[in-house]
Structure formats: C-alpha cells, structure tokens
C-alpha cells in the first residue's frame, strides 16, 4: 500500500517501532558489571533480567527504524545501544514495582489501548487484526508478547501517574519564586578607576627580573626545531596519472541512478473499502468536489493523504499505469490495491533529468583522476615504509619513491625563524603539529597534511625555550608589571571604601575620598550586565541587604564600582490573570516530574543493576559501557 503507518499511541512499545528512542534514564548511571559467566541475560534489574535475546530485538528494531536519521555505525558511535539498554533497565525496575504492588491491568483496556494504535488500523480505518499480526510479528512479537509488553506498559504508566498526580505547588511557593525572579534593585555607586590613586614608581631591576621569571611564559624564547622533512603533493602525483575512456565508462555505469534520475510524483491518497463506493466518490470530484472536500467527508485531514514522492519502479504495475499517466493536480479513477480500492492525486511532478556521457564527462573525469591520486598517495605512503624498514634513511626513501626533501634549521610553533620572519618550511598546520609533536632524533610515519599532501618529518635538534635578558623585555615587562599593581591597588581601594561605606551608613565619604560623583543606578535585574554593571557586581548586590555596599569589577574596562543598594522592589504577582495561572501550572508539572523521576531512580537504586557487559557488547558491537 501507499498509504504510510501513522504514529502510534504514545507509549513505549510504540517508541521501539518508531525509531522515537526516549533517552530520559541514561544519567542514572549503572551498578555492578558482570565479568562473564553463562547467563544470557544481558542485565538484571532487581533479580529480574533482561534476556539477549530481547534486547537484541528491540535493539534490531530501533537500527532499522532510524536507518533514514543515522547509519548504525553512527549509532553506536553515539552510545544509543547502552541508552536503549539504560531505558529497558527503568522499564523493568517499575514492572518490578508494579508486581510487589499487585498492579494490573485488565484485558478490556489492554485491548482498547491496541485498538487505537493507527498503525494497525485496515483500509476501513478500524483495528485490523491480521495488520495487527503481521506488523508485530516483523519486530519480533508474538501476539501474546505484544499484548503482556503493552499491559506492562499501561501499569507503568499508572504507577508512575499515581506517584506524580494530585501533586499542587503551594501558592505562597509560587508567589516566593515569582517575587524572585522579577525583583528590581536600585543603587547608588561611584567608579573607583585609576585616577583614585597616587602614581605607581617603577620597581627596582631586582623586582622586575623576579617578574619576569615568576612569568616565563611570556617573557622567553619559543622552542625551535631543527627539522628534516620530505613531500609530495596530490598535483605532483596527479602529473603522471591518466584517465581511459574505459575507466570513465565504468564509473558512468556504476552511478547510473545519479546521472538518469527518473520522474517522481508527490501523491496524495484516499482509501474505500469497495470499488463503489471509491468509484461514487471519483464521480463527486468529476463534479466538482474537491478532493480535499470528499477526503474532509471521510473524516480525513490533509495530514492523512500524504504518501510520498515515488517512482513508477516504487508502485505496483496497475498504481504507476493510473498515477503517471495523470497531469498535476489531476485524480485517478479507482485504482485497486492489496486492502481495497484508491483514489490517488498527483500533488507535484519533480521531472526526470538523463545527463548523457558526454555531459558528465569531464566531472567524471576529474573524480576518477581524484581517485586514482589518491591510491597512488597511499600507494607512496606504503612504498616509504617498505623502503626505511629496509634500512633507508628519510632522504634515501623519499628519493627513491619522488618525494621531494627540505630542512628548516629553526622553526617555532607557528613557523617562524628567529628573526621572526617565516621560516622555509611547508605552511601547513599539520605539519607544524607533527614537527612539534615528534621526539628528537626519530623518523616518523608518513601522514597527511591539510591539503592533502603526503609528509614525512624527522627532528634533528630541539633548541628550547630560553627567557630572555631583562633589557630586551623591560619595556614590556614594566607595562605588564605596573598594570597588575594597579590592578591589586583598585580592588584593595574598592574594598576599603565599601567598608567606609558600609560603616557611615552612605557612600557620600566614599565618593569625597576619591573625587567621584555619586550616581544613580538604572532598575537592576537578575540578568542585567552592561559597561557598568558586571555580572559579578550584580550578583553582589542581590546578595545584600537593603543599604549595605557592595563592591565588584567593572562591566568594561579597568576599574571597580563601589555601589549602595538604596530600593527593593518585588512585583506583585498577578494572581487572577490566565499568564500566573498558566505558570503555576508549569512550575507544578516541573515539580511533579521532579518527584516522579527521583521515585523511578529511587526504586532503581534500591533494586541493584547488574549489566553483561559482554553480552551487550556482542549486541551493540564497540565498547559497551
């Protein structure tokens, strides 16, 4: 059929089919892990286990079902594996709840929570028992199976209700935290800057030098390197590389689906449960009913219709005859399929395109001569460390297998000489890398550069990092020196006069002592951070009490701001209106599924967890952890 599988109800079991993998659980970590053994449970939760052979199923199941997202090399790069595992454990630790509490749940409502999944529903739109058997039995059910897991399902979802339902923040909480957040402060400050202090004498040369030295990172000599090298370059090798026909040929045969693309149709369909009542309905729209209005009729939304884009190859003979020989925008007569009969809308054509072998050639060309670059490239890579585990010597191999060879006495990190200007070296950052990398005196492996050539790199010598005289960094020495004693005098003078403050009961002979002029704040909040207001003043101003002084750094720049907190203002709440309301009802729900996910971990918790890391690795492939 065209028409494609719905969502399912929102639980689990519909998840595993899905693809829709809920990963709440993972952060509740694992217990022990078994070393080996015979059992073929691949976890225990509470004596309870997780056999193999499910875990493989569902494990199966969540592969294919993302296939479209993600390859399963990607998930399991992405650790899925264990979180699916992490949420089976959770599963069973409230079914292992649920069961010491006698919970169940009877067949009535396990059969109408079935009942209502859309995926097992039949052309009629109602429940289709053998749809129902052929959709589990291809993830690896068993009627019964499936009935039990949804069962299961349900008394989990009831416990869980129970242990967060009925819960209701108090309101005297809302009105704390809502007075919180929207409190506004007002302040009184003055900047302390660097006109606040007396000029700073420069140090004796025996202080400056234990700067420098307390400060080697900035004031020595980088490490330079003495290095051998040897190169190529995919253009070096790409000289002596041709292209056949042939070759061009076979690639163009090989990637047929990506040069003749065929026609695809976005259809849009409505199902009958007989040809009659599908062939009456073809009759309204051929008197002018809309297709979306009979759809309407039938109880369908525009969500319902949609089936895809497709190929005449993707459609059953007697589908593609109907659909391709229709305009866009046109309407099929009844069309028969494997659960009833259709009317199908052609909604969009996308035209098929044939790019000939003479239009593609020179593409193809150019990746095919890519290619056979970088073959030879690896092939070089291999041919020089035949050649040095023979006994060559880096420039020998390099010479017998054409790379080019080169040495840079001194070099930095950066590719620099000395004299700062750029050393006769590659510019290339991994190859800069690699030089810094390798040990003195020993030949390296070939390894990729950024564009992509091929290098080889041997350390003769290292020269490392030496501090320099004191008069060649004074001058540098002496700014950094003296912005970091003026740095430690602003904030001790910051500190002294928030005291004074603190002690007088204003900030006026704080401002008096520094020559500053007392200004006003604009209304500060939680968030408010500019040039003024750092965050870190702010934070301290929120933590005091109304009239006391504070003192932080500056939002930009050098300098500190003494500051008085002179208002507090907390907003009344607006407990009638539909916004208060609405988020009380949120905070309440947060709050609630706080309790529940502490209850869940609790009861994991006190189960115990033990996980086959083998046999969950034989599942999942990787390390399993």
């Given at each position: 059929?065209l028409?494609?599988?719905r969502?399912f109800?929102k639980?689990w079991?519909?998840?595993?089919?899905?693809?829709?993998?809920?990963?709440?659980?993972?952060?509740?970590?694992v217990?022990?892990?078994l070393?080996g053994?015979?059992s073929t449970a691949v976890?225990?939760?509470g004596g309870?286990?997780?056999e193999q052979?499910e875990f493989?199923?569902d494990?199966?199941?969540?592969?294919?079902n993302?296939?479209?997202?993600?390859?399963p090399?990607?998930i399991?790069?992405?650790?899925m594996?264990?979180a699916?595992l992490?949420q089976d454990i959770?599963?069973?630790?409230?079914d292992?709840?649920?069961?010491?509490?006698?919970?169940?749940?009877g067949?009535?409502?396990?059969?109408e929570?079935i009942?209502a999944i859309?995926?097992f529903?039949g052309?009629s739109?109602?429940?289709?028992?053998?749809a129902?058997?052929?959709?589990?039995s291809r993830?690896g059910?068993s009627e019964?199976?499936f009935i039990?897991?949804?069962r299961h399902?349900?008394?989990?979802?009831q416990?869980l209700?129970?242990?967060?339902s009925?819960?209701?923040?108090?309101?005297?909480?809302a009105?704390?935290l809502f007075?919180y957040y929207?409190?506004v402060?007002?302040?009184?400050?003055?900047?302390v800057?660097a006109?606040a202090?007396?000029?700073?004498?420069p140090p004796?040369?025996?202080?400056?030098?234990?700067y420098?030295k307390?400060?080697?990172d900035?004031?020595s000599?980088?490490?330079?390197?003495d290095v051998?090298y040897a190169?190529?370059s995919?253009?070096d090798?790409a000289?002596?590389l041709?292209?056949t026909d042939?070759?061009?040929?076979?690639?163009?045969?090989?990637?047929?689906?990506?040069y003749?693309?065929?026609e695809?149709?976005?259809l849009?369909?409505?199902?009958?449960p007989?040809?009659?009542?599908?062939?009456?309905?073809?009759?309204?729209?051929?008197?002018?009913t809309?297709f979306?209005?009979?759809?309407?009729?039938r109880?369908l939304k525009?969500?319902?219709?949609?089936?895809?884009?497709?190929t005449?190859?993707?459609?059953?003979?007697?589908?593609a005859k109907?659909v391709f020989?229709?305009?866009e925008g046109g309407?099929?007569?009844?069309?028969?399929l494997?659960?009833?009969?259709?009317l199908i809308?052609v909604a969009?054509i996308?035209?098929?395109?044939?790019?000939t072998?003479?239009q593609a050639?020179?593409?193809i060309?150019k990746?095919?001569l890519?290619q056979l670059t970088?073959?030879?490239?690896g092939?070089?890579?291999?041919?020089y460390?035949?050649?040095?585990?023979?006994g060559a010597?880096?420039t020998?191999?390099?010479k017998?297998?054409?790379?080019q060879?080169?040495?840079?006495a001194a070099?930095?990190?950066?590719g620099?000489?000395?004299?700062?200007?750029?050393?006769?070296?590659p510019?290339d950052?991994?190859?800069?890398e690699?030089a810094?990398?390798?040990?003195?005196?020993?030949?390296?492996?070939?390894?990729?550069g950024k564009?992509?050539?091929?290098f080889v790199?041997s350390v003769n010598?290292?020269v490392p990092?030496k501090?320099?005289?004191l008069?060649?960094?004074?001058?540098?020495?002496l700014a950094?020196w003296t912005?970091?004693?003026?740095?430690i005098?602003?904030q001790?003078?910051?500190a002294?006069?928030a005291?004074?403050?603190n002690?007088e009961?204003?900030?006026d002979g704080?401002a008096?002592?520094?020559?500053?002029t007392?200004q006003a704040s604009?209304a500060?909040?939680?968030?408010?951070?500019?040039?003024?207001f750092?965050g870190q003043?702010?934070?301290a101003l929120?933590a005091?009490a109304?009239g006391?002084t504070?003192?932080?750094?500056?939002?930009?720049?050098?300098?500190?701001?003494?500051?008085?907190?002179?208002?507090?203002?907390?907003?009344?709440?607006?407990?009638?209106s539909?916004?208060f309301a609405?988020?009380?009802?949120?905070?309440t729900q947060?709050?609630a599924?706080?309790l529940?996910?502490?209850?869940?971990?609790?009861?994991?918790d006190?189960q115990g967890?033990k996980?086959n890391?083998?046999?969950?690795?034989?599942?999942?492939?990787?390390?399993g952890?």
């Amino acid at each position: 059929m065209l028409q494609n599988m719905r969502k399912f109800a929102k639980s689990w079991v519909a998840n595993i089919f899905l693809g829709a993998l809920t990963l709440s659980f993972v952060s509740w970590g694992v217990g022990d892990v078994l070393k080996g053994g015979t059992s073929t449970a691949v976890a225990t939760v509470g004596g309870t286990s997780i056999e193999q052979t499910e875990f493989q199923r569902d494990y199966s199941n969540f592969v294919r079902n993302q296939s479209k997202e993600m390859t399963p090399e990607q998930i399991r790069r992405a650790n899925m594996g264990n979180a699916l595992l992490q949420q089976d454990i959770q599963q069973v630790a409230m079914d292992n709840v649920a069961r010491k509490l006698d919970m169940t749940v009877g067949d009535d409502t396990v059969a109408e929570q079935i009942h209502a999944i859309p995926a097992f529903a039949g052309v009629s739109g109602s429940f289709d028992h053998a749809a129902f058997q052929e959709l589990i039995s291809r993830n690896g059910y068993s009627e019964q199976g499936f009935i039990e897991l949804m069962r299961h399902d349900l008394v989990r979802e009831q416990l869980l209700h129970a242990a967060g339902s009925g819960f209701e923040l108090p309101a005297g909480y809302a009105r704390a935290l809502f007075a919180y957040y929207t409190e506004v402060r007002a302040a009184e400050y003055v900047t302390v800057d660097a006109k606040a202090l007396p000029p700073i004498a420069p140090p004796a040369d025996a202080v400056l030098a234990a700067y420098v030295k307390a400060h080697t990172d900035r004031f020595s000599t980088p490490e330079y390197r003495d290095v051998t090298y040897a190169e190529i370059s995919p253009e070096d090798v790409a000289k002596g590389l041709t292209v056949t026909d042939a070759q061009i040929q076979n690639m163009y045969d090989a990637n047929k689906d990506k040069y003749d693309i065929p026609e695809k149709r976005t259809l849009e369909q409505i199902t009958f449960p007989s040809q009659a009542e599908a062939q009456a309905a073809r009759a309204k729209i051929a008197a002018g009913t809309s297709f979306a209005n009979v759809a309407a009729a039938r109880g369908l939304k525009p969500s319902d219709l949609d089936v895809g884009e497709h190929t005449a190859a993707e459609l059953d003979p007697a589908e593609a005859k109907a659909v391709f020989a229709l305009p866009e925008g046109g309407v099929s007569d009844a069309v028969k399929l494997t659960f009833g009969w259709a009317l199908i809308r052609v909604a969009k054509i996308a035209p098929g395109r044939l790019t000939t072998l003479d239009q593609a050639r020179d593409d193809i060309k150019k990746t095919v001569l890519q290619q056979l670059t970088d073959a030879k490239m690896g092939d070089i890579a291999n041919a020089y460390m035949d050649a040095t585990s023979g006994g060559a010597t880096l420039t020998e191999a390099a010479k017998k297998i054409g790379m080019q060879t080169g040495r840079v006495a001194a070099m930095d990190a950066n590719g620099l000489a000395p004299d700062g200007s750029k050393a006769a070296a590659p510019d290339d950052p991994k190859f800069r890398e690699q030089a810094f990398k390798a040990e003195a005196g020993e030949d390296g492996d070939p390894f990729a550069g950024k564009a992509g050539q091929e290098f080889v790199v041997s350390v003769n010598a290292v020269v490392p990092p030496k501090l320099k005289p004191l008069d060649s960094v004074r001058a540098q020495a002496l700014a950094d020196w003296t912005a970091q004693q003026r740095a430690i005098l602003l904030q001790k003078k910051a500190a002294e006069l928030a005291a004074q403050a603190n002690r007088e009961h204003s900030i006026d002979g704080a401002a008096r002592a520094t020559g500053a002029t007392v200004q006003a704040s604009p209304a500060l909040t939680h968030s408010t951070s500019d040039a003024t207001f750092s965050g870190q003043l702010v934070s301290a101003l929120y933590a005091a009490a109304p009239g006391a002084t504070v003192y932080g750094p500056l939002g930009k720049g050098e300098g500190y701001v003494v500051a008085r907190v002179t208002g507090v203002v907390h907003p009344l709440p607006p407990t009638d209106s539909a916004e208060f309301a609405r988020g009380l009802r949120a905070i309440t729900q947060n709050v609630a599924t706080d309790l529940v996910s502490s209850f869940a971990g609790a009861a994991r918790d006190r189960q115990g967890v033990k996980i086959n890391n083998k046999l969950l690795n034989s599942v999942i492939g990787g390390e399993g952890s």
